[in-house]
């Protein structure tokens, strides 16, 4: 296992609430990249995009995960990391990255209104669109993956937890 561990999936998927208990079962610190860019910035989520739009927050989000440092930590990011190729590089260099996948029916009704939830999105895009494109790169970027559909976030956990322990580089968690 390297250093650190990264969660990357769809927003709703339980990337930060797994982390958090993953990290305090590993020992590990916890760091969200939400949370940090708002505390970077003094703003929420809502208000970035609002200001900056879809493509000037993206390369926020970018910038300020590229420059994350952290030792045995888990990093839960924001939905729309793997937009940002350099940040995705440096996770890669500092970590395993694991997708914490979900069916996107389940999604819908844990999400609720995307603009609300500071989910970053282009005008007029739906989450089964949103889905579809962020779904390619979760797969493209991910060391491993962890089903976390139909589980609550202690079997989310303990699924990965396996996924942790096993030696092998196989994409899949089955």
């Known amino acids: 296992m390297k250093n650190n561990i990264i ?20 020992n590990y610190a916890f760091l969200d990249s939400d949370l940090l860019i708002q505390q970077t910035t003094g703003k929420r ?7 900056r739009g879809t493509d000037g927050f993206l390369a926020l989000e970018n910038e300020i995960n590229a420059g994350i440092q952290a030792e045995r ?3 839960a990011t924001g939905g729309s990391a793997v937009y940002g190729a350099e940040a995705m590089e440096h996770f890669h260099r500092i ?4 997708y ?5 029916a389940d999604l819908d009704e844990r999400l609720g209104d995307l603009d609300a939830r500071g989910v970053t999105h282009k005008e007029g895009q739906t989450l ?4 579809r494109e962020r779904t390619v790169l979760y797969e493209r970027y991910a060391d ?6 139909g589980k609550d976030i202690a079997a989310t956990v303990d699924a990965l937890r396996r996924c942790l ?3 092998g580089g196989e994409k899949e968690d089955e």
């Open 7 to 26: 969660l990357i999936g769809m927003p709703g998927v339980g990337k930060s609430t797994a982390g958090v208990i993953l990290a305090k079962n590993l």
């Open 45 to 51: 989520l809502q208000e970035l995009i609002r200001e």
């Open 73 to 75: 930590t888990v990093i």
């Open 95 to 98: 970590g395993t990255v694991i």
């Open 100 to 104: 914490l996948r979900i069916a996107a």
């Open 128 to 131: 089964a669109d949103l889905y």
């Open 144 to 149: 491993r993956i962890v089903d976390a559909g």
């Open 165 to 167: 322990e096993e030696d």
